[in-house]
């Protein structure tokens, strides 16, 4: 298991980079999709956008790492503060009766600990690139976590956080 | 650049239709990471089923598959493997549908040793059919109008069984920590036999109760070992909570033995009455 902030070549702390940004993507798509199966269409709504924020930063860091070969990381040979990549929202967090504000609160979560995952390594890399590069990230994920909270608090002025279920699914036979 | 990147590309157009929270997403989600890490081809790579919540996997993969009969993944999937053995063949399903109607043959897939991969999605419920007690499901539980004082009956011990019956590689995985699980299903692609994990994955809708797991669930507190008695007095000590590789030994395989060939229509001529 290797810990992130003692990755000393900037290709693999960029490869890493992006796996948590496709991994962030592609579960809000399944999330996502999931929604739409379950005929919500304003919380798929959402989930879809923000997979495409995530998938819009995975090409910002690849555009970082034009030239260079990156190497071939798992999330799984890190050692992480969560059971997944920081960005990367558990399949267990939402379910059927989620409300668009929860679903922004989940986001916000995962940009917080995106954010913290950034600033340590700024803080704590052994190289000087990395740490830049580092520092960098934790200003654009402060950005997000901004960003989000304003849309959380403009959210919950117009909606409830709620939802009732006057036939719920699991009466059971 | 990672090939995790490809993972999506082994699932299908079909959105899933699982309950939102289900368990089984983690390990729709684990399978296609293990199968891009190991860059398996598509069209070398089937993932075989019974019926169930668990296993509408295989509509969710682009590659081969087939959603069979209730209880009848293992038998088909071990078809598979004796007429393609260069196939990489993953079977699946539910706790129902793997140690109920189709215990016997999970008994005798262990036995058999194919080189396969055997992912059992256990909740402890029959999801599908709305929430009635399954083999695994522990004796007080109450809340199926079918046992409304519990089944009085010992829970079936998959791991323990595996071991009995001579599985090669068994393993517990958690959908909660997907992670540990895609590690687990790369090994067990990539060990030579029969290869058993059996994955502890919430029914949040039956089984709400199990959204605990989360704060239950521990690694196996020991190394794996190839030592049956070792495993054995390890599995009969643990409370069925813990994630890790068990068991893993170089049993020998049964692969299709050398026979004449007989064609479709001389077999037929045989039954003729
Ligand atoms: C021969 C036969 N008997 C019974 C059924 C009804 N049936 C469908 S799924 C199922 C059990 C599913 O439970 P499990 O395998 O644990 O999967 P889950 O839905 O929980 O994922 C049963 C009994 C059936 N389809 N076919
Ligand atoms: S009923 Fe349970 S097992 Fe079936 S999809 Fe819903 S949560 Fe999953």
Redesign the interface.
């Known amino acids: 298991m290797i810990k992130p902030e003692s990755i000393e070549d900037l290709e693999t702390f960029l490869?890493l980079a992006?796996?948590l940004e496709?991994?962030s993507s592609?579960?809000y798509?399944?999330?996502a999709?999931?929604?739409?199966?379950?005929n919500d269409p304003e919380v798929e709504q959402l989930f879809r956008k923000l997979s495409e924020y995530s998938g819009k930063h995975a090409s910002e860091i690849i555009e970082h790492a034009e030239g260079m070969v990156?190497?071939?990381?798992?999330?799984?040979d890190f050692e992480?503060q969560s059971?997944?990549g920081p960005e990367t929202t558990?399949?267990?967090?939402?379910?059927?009766q989620?409300t668009p504000v929860k679903v922004l609160q989940l986001a916000l979560h995962n940009e917080i600990r995106g954010h913290d995952f950034y600033a340590h390594i700024a803080e704590q890399s052994p190289s000087e690139e990395i740490r830049k590069l580092a520092t960098e990230f934790t200003d654009e994920e402060s950005e997000h976590v901004e960003l989000l909270k304003n849309w959380i608090a403009e959210m919950e002025q117009n909606k409830g956080n709620t939802r009732d279920d006057m036939d719920p699914?699991?009466?059971?036979? | 650049m990672t090939n995790l990147a490809k993972a999506k590309s082994y699932k299908s157009d079909i959105k899933p239709i699982w309950c939102p929270g289900c368990g089984d997403f983690a390990v729709l989600s684990a399978l296609t990471k293990a199968f891009a890490f190991l860059d398996l081809a598509k069209q070398d790579l089937a993932v075989i089923s019974g019926i169930g919540c668990s296993s509408r996997l295989p509509a969710y993969f682009s590659s081969y598959g087939f959603h069979g009969i209730h209880g009848r993944a293992l038998p088909i999937a071990s078809g598979l493997k004796l007429a393609r053995p260069e196939l990489t063949v993953i079977a699946s399903g539910g706790d129902g549908d793997g140690f109920s109607i189709g215990g016997n043959h999970f008994i005798h897939a262990c036995r058999r040793n194919l080189d396969m991969t055997y992912i059992v999605m256990d909740n402890e419920v029959y999801g599908m059919t709305k929430g009635q007690a399954s083999p695994t499901t522990q004796p007080d539980w109450a809340s199926s109008k079918l046992t409304p004082h519990g089944t009085g009956v010992r829970p079936f011990q998959p791991a323990a069984i595996a071991l009995a019956s001579g599985a090669s590689f068994i393993a517990r995985a958690f959908s909660g920590d997907p992670n540990g699980m895609t590690k687990l299903i790369i090994a067990a692609i990539q060990h030579p036999g029969f290869s058993f994990i059996q994955v502890l994955s919430p029914c949040p809708t039956f089984r709400p109760e199990q959204k605990l797991w989360k704060h239950q669930v521990e690694a196996f507190p020991h190394e794996p070992t190839d030592d049956p008695v070792k495993a054995a007095t390890r599995l009969y000590t643990d409370d069925g909570m813990s994630s890790g590789l068990i068991f893993q030994s170089n049993y020998p395989t049964w692969n299709k033995p050398e026979v004449a060939q007989t064609s479709v229509k001389q077999f037929e001529e045989e039954f003729v009455v």
């Open positions: 490869a992006y796996l496709i991994e592609d579960r798509t399944e999330l999709d999931n929604m739409q199966v379950h990156l190497p071939n990381v798992a999330s799984w992480w059971p997944e558990a399949f267990e967090f939402v379910e059927y989620i699914p699991n009466m059971p036979e």
